[in-house]
């Protein structure tokens, strides 16, 4: 027998009922980012590698080890699945002007999968999805500060109620490098007490030891110099504006003089929104500004803020605590089509397409026949409001039978002619006929067609 082959691991089907979720989850976003006059972009999932060398930094877990790298096989250029969104973005706005036009700045959003070669768990995968914004352009602290508060606004909207925010500055890359300093030869002081990764990063990324897992090394990362207290006067004012106008939209936050983020292109404000209850993988949002990053990218220079957003860990949270009838809901068809014979099924299929032309949506039965109970099974299965009944004496005469499925009424014959009008009026409930609408003769119900429902 042949194998059956599976899919890629870390990398997940989402199967009709999970899609559902994954839809009605997308429409809230568009709406949240409408109202933050945010506009969709949408960018290729492949990209050239060096963008992201250049951009996330060579010395990073995801440039090191994460990124799923290829050769073109006609041209040899190296290239890369996105792990990330921001550096496509960024160079996509670039490239085509984006940045510079009206000098206002840019407010774009963007959604996707993205490839990270990580050990695949609960919450974390080698193909996820994000939703991102990229805020291009902006120098102010009040961009920071709307980031954030959109954050907020939408855990409020989907009924997350324990999502904290940890928020830092990480300054700039002079304040960096004198913070950097004073770090480097603290930690030199305690190398014997290191582990492995922290000896290998001590003068590589030395920042990111003091995001270090490991409860040995946490006592000598409590104590070690804090970057807070290297920033300027400039850096210090801008993350002060950043927590009173917090401070205003009523948002608690905790300064984490540790949070480091794993990407090299932030300074100043960088930030992450956690929900514990997710445990390690708590991270369901994050983000922060990224001055030198266009200009890296070879654009003119251009101060920029984004973040982004972990759909399955979101998505995990809202089904477990959040809005999740909302979450749940399906779409149903308004109509299911029941038919028996050879003519009844070619006016079925004429009246399917009659209703989708005044904009209802249709579920014709197709395939095996079967009785006209098991379709009124089908139909009743599918959450219909209303059956089409047609049999060849309806199909004869050119007439169709409708059927309500919910909370009773009787299946009553209209012509075809004024068929769309019939079930509008039925749907809508308006149907002042209704009442007087001559009544089925007995036996003639779908149900009672060939037996009884
Ligand atoms: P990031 O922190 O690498 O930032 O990823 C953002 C979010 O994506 C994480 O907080 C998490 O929710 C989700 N995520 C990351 N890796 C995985 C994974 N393997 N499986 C499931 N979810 C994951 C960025 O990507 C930046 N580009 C964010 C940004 C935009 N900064 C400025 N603008």
């Keep these: 027998m042949t194998q059956t082959l599976q899919a890629v691991r870390g990398m997940n089907d989402i199967l009709p009922d999970d ?32 963008l992201f060398q250049r951009a ?35 160079r996509a706005a670039i490239q085509h002007g984006l940045a510079a036009a009206g000098g206002g700045g840019r407010r774009l959003w963007y959604q996707g999968p993205m490839f990270r070669h990580e050990r695949p768990q609960k919450g974390r995968y080698r193909q996820f999805h994000q939703v991102g914004v990229e805020a291009l352009g902006f120098a102010g602290p009040d961009i920071d500060a709307e ?54 990063r001590l003068h590589s990324n030395p920042l990111r030891i003091l995001d270090t897992k490991n409860p040995a090394l946490q006592e000598i990362v409590e104590a070690a110099p804090k970057l807070l207290d290297h920033l300027g006067d400039a850096s210090r004012a801008h993350f002060e504006a950043v927590q009173a106008m917090l401070h205003d939209a009523g948002i608690a936050c905790h300064v984490n003089h540790r949070l480091v983020r794993g990407l090299d292109y932030y300074n100043r404000t960088v930030f992450e929104w956690v929900a514990d209850r997710l445990g390690a993988q708590g991270t369901v949002c994050a983000g922060g500004r990224y001055d030198t990053l266009v200009e890296q990218l070879g654009g003119k220079p251009m101060p920029a803020a984004g973040f982004a957003m972990g759909v399955e860990r979101l998505l995990a949270l809202w089904l477990e605590g959040g809005e999740a009838e909302y979450a749940i809901a399906r779409p149903t068809p308004d109509v299911y089509v029941v038919h028996q014979g050879e003519c009844a099924r070619r006016l079925a299929f004429r009246a399917a397409e009659a209703l989708r032309d005044v904009g209802l949506n249709i579920l014709l039965h197709c395939g095996e026949e079967g009785s006209f109970k098991s379709q009124m099974r089908k ?36 012509p075809f002619a004024v068929l769309a009008e019939a079930v509008l009026d039925v749907l809508h409930g308006s149907d002042e006929d209704h009442e007087r609408a001559e009544p089925e003769k007995a036996g003639q119900d779908a149900g009672a067609k060939d037996g009884s429902v």
């Design 379 to 414: 139909a009743d299965g599918s959450g219909a409001q209303l059956a089409l009944v047609i049999g060849d004496d309806e199909a004869a005469a050119m007439d169709v039978g409708i059927k309500p499925l919910r909370g009773g009424g009787a299946q009553r014959r209209v």
């Design 147 to 200: 980031l954030i508060v959109m954050g907020a606004r939408l855990w409020g909207q989907l009924g997350l109620a324990d999502v904290r925010l940890e928020l830092n500055s990480l300054g700039s890359a002079q304040e960096r490098a004198s913070h950097r300093a004073a770090l480097v030869a603290y930690l030199e002081e305690h190398r014997d007490a290191l582990d492995e990764d922290g000896r290998r």
């Design 19 to 50: 899609a559902e979720i994954w839809e009605n989850f997308e429409d809230i976003i568009r709406d949240w980012l409408r109202g933050y006059g945010y506009r969709p972009i949408r960018l290729p999932v492949v990209e050239p590698t060096p």
């Design 56 to 90: 996330i930094g060579e010395v990073t877990d995801i440039v090191e080890k994460e990124m799923y790298s290829f050769e073109d096989a006609l041209n040899g250029e190296k290239l890369t699945l996105r792990p990330e969104g921001t550096a496509g973005c960024v």
